[in-house]
Antibody, heavy 120, light 107 residues
Framework: DVQLLESGGGLVQPGGSLRLSCVAS????????MGWVRQAPGKGLEWVSV????????FYADSVKGRFTMSRDNPKDTLFLQMNSLRAEDTAVYYC?????????????WGQGTLVTVSS | EIMLTQSPGTLSLSPGERATLSCRAS???????LTWYQQKPGQAPRLLIY???SRASGIPDRFSGSGSGTDFTLTISRLEPEDFAVYYC?????????FGGGTRVEI
């Protein structure tokens, strides 16, 4: 079974940094595009970033560009999201997700999410 | 950048009724990459429809997607109790992903 397990969330002060991880299992991780999607409390879904299967090409939403860095370690089946210069509006549950190939970044498997709270 | 507007915000229906959810794009969608998800409270989203009309694995055939240009629709032919949830559309284009604001289907 495909599983995605996020970790690394928590409480951080404005301007601080946090690194999220997502460990994948049940599929050949290195073959798939992966993404991060977030959801602020009581709000809708917001795309954060996507990375190519080989890790060479990350893409970012305008709201996080220049502050967040997405990367992956294919031999370790792990996805990362380095978040710097955090703001209150970055408070959200962060989900990692696996793309269904050829579907235009549609995500067919999701983790359970990890909560990031940015507050002083 | 294409913006997506979902309507209505809330749809109040009964089990057995038909639900029609709209997702309107600010510009014409030319690549067919229109996707629908279902999300229940406390859960991650679940992929329902991709490529405008293709059902994801394990999705019952009471869920169907259609549309073109700027107007897209998710139809649930006969609502089951487990279908009461929030539904989101999204579009992929120009190396970015845009989500609609969601439609809540409630009893």
């Amino acid at each position: 079974d495909v599983q995605l397990l996020e970790s690394g969330g928590g409480l951080v002060q404005p301007g601080g940094s946090l690194r999220l991880s997502c460990v994948a299992s049940g599929f050949t991780f290195s073959n798939f595009i992966m993404g991060w999607v977030r959801q602020a409390p009581g709000k809708g879904l917001e795309w954060v970033s996507v990375i190519s299967a080989d890790g060479r090409s990350p893409f970012y939403a305008d709201s996080v560009k220049g502050r967040f860095t997405m990367s992956r370690d294919n031999p370790k089946d792990t996805l990362f999201l380095q978040m710097n210069s955090l703001r209150a509006e970055d408070t959200a549950v962060y989900y990692c997700a696996k793309e269904k190939p050829g579907s235009g970044w549609s995500f067919d498997y999701w983790g359970q999410g990890t909560l990031v709270t940015v507050s002083s | 950048e294409i913006m997506l507007t979902q309507s209505p915000g809330t749809l109040s229906l009964s089990p057995g009724e038909r639900a029609t959810l709209s997702c309107r794009a600010s510009q014409s969608v030319t690549n067919n990459y229109l996707t629908w998800y279902q999300q229940k409270p406390g859960q991650a989203p679940r992929l329902l429809i991709y490529g405008t009309s293709s059902r994801a694995s394990g999705i019952p055939d009471r869920f169907s997607g259609s549309g073109s240009g700027t107007d897209f629709t998710l139809t649930i032919s006969r609502l089951e109790p487990e279908d009461f949830a929030v539904y989101y559309c999204h579009h992929y284009g120009s190396a970015r992903l845009t989500f609609g604001g969601g439609t809540r289907v409630e009893i």
